[in-house]
């Protein structure tokens, strides 16, 4: 008896490891989209209002979830605190600084560092063109993420009750 | 009463942190800064208390590098050149305080006009500077029964027409004891009346006025007109024929004008074609002269509508 209801324990626990595992890639295509629908809004601000950067993304933070919310506000701040030169350096430093997505990749974070060597940098025209090349990118990354992750969760679902069948042989 | 200098930390703040550090040097020393002057690879320079001073010393001149330049256009712009585009289109920037930055560098032409200004290579930043008063001894002239005639201020480029057309929209906006407190439009094409900064009002232009920042004079007057029903509407540099037949279109709508134009003399306002011609109509009914000697602002000649001079000095 001892032996099956420890069997049952094992096998959970790996299963739900295996449904975690799954829950954490759905979770993070969906910061991916999010992301993707917070550049969007930065966009249509700049296409509409054409506004200075740090008014645009104070406007869009009081749209936005946490931690984006925070980002964009914080980097407006330093933005007008006027005391680094060139827009990359800051972009990069409160991404690195305020942007906390859990096991965000390093070329999901390269990819969001992106912006800042064009944005405010153009002229308008050149600048929503920037904007919308850097959208469709992010777009093809959204769906690759997309396509791997039906498999990727079917994967780690069959992983963590294989992994429970053979810790129970191997116990056994 | 003149107020020069009025925040001038919004201008220090957007210098490259090398100038930043010198200009705030020399403010700490004292006198009136009028002008900072950055050229790529030429001495920085400023215009203080209408001297030229080369910083920080003459014979040990900081020479301003490209970086500069680029850093502090960075900062001006808060990291956003695109949202200066039509100010940069024009060769000037606003800044918070409304104190003006000129550009020069590479202008990018398309179809035959100015789309933009790239490498910007020289910025010279004109700290903004209000005379309350300027108009007190001209607002007799230019009123009848508490109302104000339509004036037409004539003077050379730097003899201080748009400082005294300043004055001239605030008394009348605030009203006082020769003209009744009047709503009064401006059009502000070169953001040079109110220095606009992000829409709002840098300069005292009374509590009656409503600014129309950045917009072409002709088409801002008809607009005013239409939205704002201005009793007075206030123009700066007026000078092609359609800022003129929007004049004419204002007059008729019962607004009563105040512009200002270039010129020397009556006679050279006359001999401009469109102007002339609203002249010999009598269209105006107050001419105002202002002279090159002595300070910016000094009226030289009033003229009423047929020609009579009214005041002379």
Request: glycine letters at 10%; one cysteine or more.
């Given at each position: 008896?001892q ?10 626990a ?23 629908y917070?550049f969007?809004l ?14 645009i993304f104070f406007?869009?933070?009081?749209r936005?979830k946490?931690p984006?919310?925070?980002w ?6 330093e933005m007008e ?10 972009w990069?430093?409160?991404t690195?600084k ?5 096991g ?7 990819l ?16 929503d ?11 093809l ?7 791997e ?24 | 009463m ?5 925040k001038?930390?919004?201008v ?11 200009i705030?040097?020399?403010l700490?020393?004292g006198g ?11 001495p920085?320079?400023v215009?203080?208390d ?10 040990r001149?900081?020479?301003v590098?490209?970086?500069?330049i ?5 900062y001006m712009?808060?990291y956003?050149?695109?949202a200066?585009?039509n ?15 000129g550009?020069a ?21 004109r ?7 300027c ?6 002239y ?21 400082t ?11 009203g006082?004891?020769y ?13 040079e009346?109110?220095?606009c900064?992000m829409?709002?009002?840098?300069n ?7 600014v129309l ?9 008809i ?23 929007a004049?004419?279109y204002?007059?008729q709508?019962g ?5 200002s ?6 006679e050279?306002?006359a ?16 001419y ?5 000697d002595g ?19």
């Open positions: 008896m032996k099956v209801i420890g069997g049952i324990l094992i096998l959970s790996t299963a739900g490891a295996g449904v975690v595992y799954g829950n954490e890639l759905k979770r993070y295509l969906r910061n991916m989209v999010y992301l993707r917070v969007g930065i966009r249509g601000e700049i296409e509409y209002t054409c506004a200075p950067l740090p008014e406007g869009v933070s009081a936005v946490e984006y919310r925070r964009l506000k914080k980097t407006a701040e605190c006027r005391d680094l030169s060139g827009f990359a350096r800051v990069n430093r409160c690195d305020y942007l906390e997505i859990p965000l990749k390093q070329e999901h974070k390269i969001i560092k992106e912006p800042g060597t064009f944005l405010g940098s153009f002229e308008k025209d050149i600048s063109r920037a904007m919308e090349m850097y959208l469709n990118k992010m777009d990354e959204i769906e690759k993420l997309r396509a992750l039906a498999s990727k969760v079917k994967v780690g679902r069959c992983l963590g009750v294989m992994a429970g069948l053979f810790f129970i042989v191997l116990l056994i | 003149e107020k020069t200098g009025k001038i930390s919004h220090t703040g957007v210098l490259a942190r090398s100038v930043r550090i010198i705030e040097n020399i700490r020393e009136a800064l009028q002008e900072i002057r950055m050229r790529i690879g030429q920085l320079t215009m203080i209408g001297e030229e001073q080369i910083l920080p010393l003459k014979e001149a900081h020479i590098t490209k970086e500069e680029k850093e502090t256009i960075e712009s808060r956003s050149l695109y200066y585009e100010e940069l289109r024009q060769g000037f920037l606003t800044l918070e305080g409304g104190h003006r930055v550009v560098g590479k202008v990018i032409v398309d179809r035959g006009k100015v789309k933009n200004i790239q490498y910007i290579s020289s910025l010279n930043i700290i903004a500077h209000e005379v309350i008063g108009a007190d001894e001209l607002i007799p230019i009123t009848k029964n508490k109302k104000v005639c339509h004036t037409l201020i004539i003077s050379p480029p730097r003899c201080g027409k748009t005294l057309l300043r004055d001239l929209i605030r008394q009348i906006s605030d006082n004891e003209v009744k407190g009047c709503s009064v439009g401006v059009v502000d094409e070169r953001s009346i109110g220095g900064y829409g709002i009002v840098q005292n232009l009374g509590m009656r006025t409503d920042d950045c917009c072409p004079k002709a088409e801002g007057m607009m005013l007109i239409r939205s704002m029903s201005p009793q007075v509407v206030a123009v700066d540099e007026i000078g092609t024929a359609e800022d003129i037949h004049i004419e204002a007059m709508c607004c009563k004008l105040i512009a134009v270039h010129g020397m003399d009556m050279e306002a001999r401009k074609p469109v102007l002339g011609e609203m002249i010999r109509r009598k269209m105006f009914e107050r105002i002269v202002l002279g090159n300070h910016p602002g000094k009226v030289k000649e009033i003229y009423d509508e047929r020609g009579s001079v009214l005041c002379r000095k």
